[in-house]
Nanobody, 127 residues
Framework: QVLFVESGGGLVQPGGSLRLSCAVS????????LGWYRQVPGKQREVVAG????????KYIDSVKGRFIITRDNRKGTIYLQMNSLKPDDAAVYYC????????????????????WGRGTQVTISS
C-alpha cells in the first residue's frame, strides 16, 4: 500500500514563502513521476507541479511558473515544493500523488496514479 504524508503548510502573508514536504512510502518513491496537487472547497483538485522519477525534469502549471520549485530526494522517498511569492489564489490544501501519463506532454495531461490520498497540508494566505 502506498501512503502519502504531506506537511509544511501554514499561514503566510501574501508575498511570503513556504516549503512543503511529502513522504512517499512504498516502492513508488523512486520508480514514478510524482506531483503536487491542490484543492479549494467547491473546486476540483488540480495538479500544480510534477517531477520525473530521476528528478531531472520538472513541469508546472502556468500560474505557478517562476514561483514554485519542485524537487525530490529518492533516498528519503520525499518530494518538496518550495513556494515563493505566494498569492491569495495559492491558498488551498496541497496533496501529492504519483503522476500517470508523465511522458504525454504538458503537466495537465497527467492524472493521479492512486485513488487514495493523504490528508494534505493546508496553505493559508492572509495579511
Amino acid at each position: 500500500q502506498v501512503l502519502f504524508v504531506e506537511s509544511g503548510g501554514g499561514l503566510v502573508q501574501p508575498g511570503g514563502s513556504l516549503r512543503l514536504s511529502c513522504a512517499v512510502s512504498g516502492y513508488v518513491a523512486s520508480f514514478f513521476a510524482l506531483g503536487w496537487y491542490r484543492q479549494v472547497p467547491g473546486k476540483q483538485r488540480e495538479v500544480v507541479a510534477g517531477i520525473s522519477k530521476d528528478g531531472n525534469v520538472a513541469k508546472y502549471i502556468d500560474s505557478v511558473k517562476g514561483r514554485f520549485i519542485i524537487t525530490r530526494d529518492n533516498r528519503k522517498g520525499t518530494i518538496y515544493l518550495q513556494m515563493n511569492s505566494l498569492k491569495p489564489d495559492d491558498a488551498a490544501v496541497y496533496y501529492c500523488n504519483v503522476l500517470h501519463n508523465w511522458d504525454s506532454g504538458p503537466l495537465e495531461f497527467t492524472s493521479p496514479g492512486y485513488d487514495s490520498w493523504g490528508r494534505g497540508t493546508q496553505v493559508t494566505i492572509s495579511s
